[in-house]
């Protein structure tokens, strides 16, 4: 994924998705509105059940030109034709991850709050590296990736950067000089309008 010129949408999706169900509400979605990247992020570890989400929701993505990458699941991701992975373990396997799956495919690690597991990562050779939550949330710790994080990072490394957790119209503004991309997710999902929720939230990005 470049560095885009103003930030873009990275949608997550939610931890549990319906088949008959979802991947036509995500079809309204990305075509209402310009998504960069879809990262299937289900909380269920059974290899089949990854399997059939990813089939229903490749047809989608790829249909509209849009990247799909799974989180954690390399070799699935590798043997479902997907775009790549998305890492939740900071830096520890990206070297790892990217001599799996070759130059071409997507290679982005979440870092939570911290810097050096950020430069660890962009070092070892991921695409993008995600910073999150943005402000303090009922869910992890109370830690949040602040604002000069991302000011830094957009001041002096090359890697993209993704923006996600705890997002709402303000944080996005406020973070829009200094991400590339918003990883949106529930933000969206839990509305009852998740075409209207995103527009509302990408709206903010200008």
Do not use: N
């Given at each position: ?16 998705v319906e088949l008959s169900r979802f991947p036509d509400l995500l079809a309204s979605v990305l075509d209402a509105h310009p998504v960069a990247c879809v ?168």
């Open positions: 994924m470049d560095t885009p010129e103003q930030p873009q949408l990275y949608l997550i999706t939610p931890p549990e990262r299937l992020d289900l909380a269920t570890r059974d290899e089949d059940r990854l399997a059939r989400t990813a089939d229903a929701l490749r047809e989608v993505t790829h249909a509209r030109d849009i990247a799909l990458v799974l989180t954690d699941h390399t070799l699935l991701s590798d043997r479902l034709g997907l775009d790549g992975v998305h890492l939740t373990d900071a830096a520890r396997s990206v070297r790892d991850t990217r001599k799996a799956l070759g130059e071409d495919a997507i290679v982005g690690t979440f870092c939570g709050t911290s810097r050096h597991d950020g430069m660890s990562a962009g070092e070892a050779g991921a695409d993008y590296v995600s910073f999150g939550p943005v402000q303090a949330s009922a869910l992890g710790d109370g830690s949040f990736a602040e604002l000069d994080l991302f000011q830094w990072w957009s001041e002096v490394i090359e890697v993209p950067i993704v923006a996600e957790g705890a997002l709402d119209a303000a944080m996005i503004a406020q973070l829009a000089p200094y991400t590339d991309f918003f990883g949106l997710g529930e933000e969206i999902w839990a509305s009852d309008d998740p075409v209207k929720a995103l527009g509302a939230l990408a709206s903010a990005m200008a």
